[in-house]
């Protein structure tokens, strides 16, 4: 089965250090997201990107989050100056997109700790 | 915004028993998906319901949706000890988006 790839597992950083989160989503898949989940809280939606374009946004997705493709199959979230807040799993996400809605995947996720 | 909402559990059950989860939400959907989470591990997709099905099978999986009552049931048959895990539903309200909105999550442990 097709799947979403991330790196790294795990990181840790030091407060205010930037960090770039990256995922491989699946090939032909249109639409990538990034969601967070804060340990113990719910999955929260990030950011969806779709033709090169970030699509939507949340509240969450403040000017200190980016993202980028910067080739044909990385897709990379970065924050710019982390707060000890940004501690949290993040997960990459990928579906085919379309008004009938298909199958998000997820990757395994990458932990951030902010120390 | 409007998100999948689980009922609250956490169900402990023995291996054999079926175990049943709940979610609702406020606003239309165009469709829910339920997921498995391991603990620290991602999400693992389980079934995808659109908003014009009622009930959907996957191996020992079944899943119900009531549009009229804006509420989804997960049912897993013959629980195995590798079953234990959080499940989530998410729901898609967007179009064309498939921006998902996940609810708390209910917490599984299946006793071999």
């Known amino acids: 089965e097709p799947e979403v790839t991330q790196t790294p597992s795990h990181q840790v950083t030091q407060m205010g250090q930037e960090v770039i989160l990256r995922c491989v989503p699946i090939?032909?898949?249109?639409?990538f997201y990034w969601y967070r989940q804060i340990l113990g809280q719910k999955v929260e939606f990030l950011v969806s990107f779709y033709n090169n374009e970030i699509s939507e946004k949340s509240e969450i997705f403040d000017d200190q989050f980016s993202v980028e493709r910067p080739d044909g199959s990385n897709f990379t979230l970065k924050i710019r100056s982390t707060k000890l807040e940004d501690s949290a799993m993040y997960f990459c996400a990928s579906g085919g997109g379309g008004f009938v809605g298909n199958t998000i995947y997820f990757g395994e996720g990458s932990w951030l700790t902010v120390v | 915004s409007q998100q999948g909402e689980e009922d609250p559990q956490a169900l402990s059950i023995q291996e054999g028993e079926n175990a049943t989860m709940n979610c609702s939400y406020k606003?239309?959907?165009?469709?829910l998906q339920w997921y498995r989470q391991n603990s620290g591990r991602g999400l693992v997709h389980l079934i995808l319901i659109r908003s014009n099905e009622r009930e959907k099978h996957s191996g020992r999986l079944r899943v119900t949706l009531d549009t009229s009552k804006k509420s989804s049931s997960l049912l897993i048959t013959a629980s195995r000890a590798a079953d234990t895990a959080s499940y989530f539903c998410a729901t898609d309200h967007s179009y064309g988006n498939n921006r998902l909105a996940f609810g708390k999550g209910n917490q599984v442990v299946v006793i071999p």
């Open positions: 090939s032909n898949h249109l639409y």
């Open positions: 606003t239309s959907i165009n469709n």
